[in-house]
C-alpha cells in the first residue's frame, strides 16, 4: 500500500502504519498557526479494510470527501471522531480521500471550454506559472470575481462556475467581468492551506507593495477599469456554528443598507436545491474576526467608484439539512449571479 501526496492538491504526512491502520498528519507548511487542509491518495490496498487516524480536529461531518478521478467526489457518511475506515474493493485504486471536495483546476479550464470562454493569463505566479483568468464582456461596469485568496477553500469555487454560468448564460449589458479562479494559484496546486501564510497570506496583500504577482495584477486591473462590484469566494473555518452556513461578510457599517438589500436579493432569489443561505447569518461589521485589512473585498470597497464587495462564505460540509456537495454549491453560485443582476438593476 502507498499513500502519497503526488498530485494536484495533495498534502500529507504519514506518522505510522500498524496493521491495517495508518495514523496520519497534515502538513501546514509556511502556515503560521493551526490549519486543517489535508488530501491524499492510496494505491495498491485493494480487496483490505484499513483505518485512517488523525490526531487532531481534521475531519468533516460526513468523514472525508472521496474521490476516484479527483474530478467527482462524494462523501463517506461514515466516520469515527477523527478516525474513518475504508474497504477498499478489487481494483479499486487508487482513491483519494480529503477534508472537503477538492476542485481541481483543470476542471474549471473543462468548464471555460464547454461554455466557449478564452481563458487568458492573468501574470506567472512566484512559482513562475501561468496563472488563468477570464475577461468576460465588455462596457462601463466593472465587477471582479475572485475566488482561492485561501489555497485550500474549494467550495468557493463551486460557488463560481455558478456564478459563471448564470453569467455567461444571460450576461449584464454593458459589464466587463474579470474572473480570477485560483488567486494563490501555486498554494492549489501545491496543496498548501494558503491560509495565514507568513508573512501574510493572499487576502492581506492588498497594500501599496504587493508581494504575490497575482494580487499585484489585480489591483492594476482594478485601477485601469475600476472595481464597481467585487465578489471573493471563500470557505470559513473548519466547522462549527457559523462555519456550518453561508454567509456574506458585511465589512462596512456605512454601506449597511446595500448589504441589506443584497441579501434580501439573494434570499428571493434561492432555489430549494441550492445551499441555502440566509440573511441573518450574515457576519456583522467589525464584529470578532470582522475587522479592516488589506483583503481583496475591504480594500474595493473602500474603492470610491465601488459600490460593493464583499466575500461570501460556503461552509465545506453544511448541517444535515444544508449538506454541501458539489451541485447545491453551484446552484448556490447561480442564484447569487441573479441576485448581483438584480441589485444592479439590469
Ligand atoms: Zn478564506
Redesign the pocket.
Known sequence: MKIHQNFTGGNIRVKEISGDTVILENELRDTEGDWFYWAFCVEGAEDREIAFKFESKRLGYWGPAVSHDLKDWHWLDSVDGESFTYRFGSGESPVYFAHNMLYHPDRFIAFAESRALEVSELCRSRKGRSVPCLHIGDGNRSIIITAR??AC?STGSYVMEGVLEELTTSPIPNTRILCVPFVDYDGVLDGDQG?SRAPHDH?RDYTDAPIYPEVAAIRTHADRYGCNFGFDL??PYHKGGNNDRIFIVRNKVEKLEKFDRFSALLESELTPDAMQYKKENDHPPLTGWNQPSPNFAFTSNSRPECDLAFTLESAYFGTKENKVSAERLILLGKCFAKAIRKYIGE
Do not use: G, Y
Request: charged share 30%; proline share 0%.
Open positions: 485568496h485561501h477553500e491560509k487576502n471563500h470557505s
